[in-house]
C-alpha cells in the first residue's frame, strides 16, 4: 500500500491564485520530506527539503518565497504555490524515506494547471 | 555540477527478448536507485543499490551497481508488455535523499 500520500492528486487554479498541497507519510514519523517538480516528458528536479521544525532549504533557481513549504509535523509536509501561473502548471510529487537505508518513497504527486 | 546520463532515452522491446538500460553518473555515490513511472502516474520504486557491486533482481529485472565505474545497468530479461513504462535511474552523492535523477528511458513493449 501507499507510504506516502498526497493531496490532491489534480487542481486547477487561476493564475494569482495560490495552491496548497499536503504530504503525508502514512506509518511512519519523517523528519524530512523532498519536494521535486516534474514537467511533462522530464525528469524530476529537486525543488526543496522540508525539514520538520525548522525552515526549509532551497535547491539553486527556486524562489522560496513562491513556493512556501511548512512542516509542521513528522508526518505532514506542504507545499504551497503562491501566485501562481501558467508557467508554474507541472506535476508536484513530494517523498520521504522511513530510514537511513530505505528506498526514498514518493506520494502520488499533485498535477496543478494554472489557467 | 552532477550529470546522470541514461541511454537510450528510447527503447522498443520485442517480446521475449533482452535489453540493458545504463546509468552513468559524474560524481562519486554509493547509492543508486531505479523507479518506474507509468503514464500519468508518481514513481514507483524498482531497487535501491547501496553499495559496489551490489546487484538486486525483481521478476524479470536486475540492477547492478559499479560505483568504481560510476554506472549502473537495468537489465530486462524476456521482455514482456507490462514492462512498458519509463525508469528512471537517480543517484545520491551525499547519502542525504536528494536525489539527482537520469533522463529517463521510455520503454516500450511489441508483441
Known amino acids: 500500500g501507499a507510504v506516502v500520500s498526497q493531496h490532491p492528486s489534480r487542481v486547477i487554479c487561476k493564475s494569482g491564485t495560490s495552491v496548497k498541497i499536503e504530504c503525508r507519510s502514512l506509518d511512519f514519523q519523517a523528519t524530512t520530506m523532498f519536494w521535486y517538480r516534474q514537467f511533462p516528458k522530464q525528469s524530476l528536479m529537486l525543488m526543496a527539503t522540508?525539514?520538520?521544525?525548522?525552515?526549509?532549504?532551497?535547491e539553486q533557481g527556486v524562489e522560496k518565497d513562491k513556493f512556501l513549504i511548512n512542516h509542521a509535523s513528522l508526518t505532514l509536509s506542504t507545499l504551497t504555490v503562491t501566485s501562481a501561473h501558467p508557467e508554474d502548471s507541472s506535476f508536484y510529487i513530494c517523498?520521504?524515506?522511513?530510514?537511513?537505508?530505505?528506498?526514498?518513497?514518493f506520494g502520488n504527486g499533485t498535477r496543478l494547471t494554472v489557467t | 555540477e552532477l550529470k546522470v546520463e541514461q541511454n537510450p532515452l528510447f527503447l522498443s522491446m520485442q517480446e521475449g527478448k533482452n535489453y540493458t538500460i545504463y546509468c552513468n553518473y559524474s560524481t562519486t555515490s554509493d547509492r543508486l536507485y531505479w523507479y518506474r513511472q507509468d503514464p500519468g502516474k508518481s514513481l514507483e520504486s524498482l531497487f535501491v543499490?547501496?553499495?559496489?557491486?551490489a546487484v538486486k533482481q525483481e521478476g524479470r529485472l536486475m540492477a547492478s551497481l559499479d560505483t568504481k565505474a560510476r554506472l549502473s545497468t537495468l537489465h530486462i530479461t524476456a521482455a514482456v508488455h507490462d514492462l512498458s513504462a519509463t525508469y528512471f535511474c537517480?543517484?545520491?552523492?551525499?547519502?542525504?535523499?536528494?536525489?539527482?535523477f537520469g533522463a529517463g528511458t521510455t520503454v516500450t513493449v511489441r508483441a
Open positions: 517523498s520521504a524515506a522511513r530510514g537511513r537505508n530505505s528506498p526514498l518513497h
Open positions: 537517480a543517484v545520491d552523492p551525499s547519502n542525504d535523499y536528494k536525489l539527482s
Open positions: 543499490l547501496l553499495s559496489n557491486g
Open positions: 522540508s525539514n520538520e521544525g525548522s525552515k526549509a532549504t532551497y
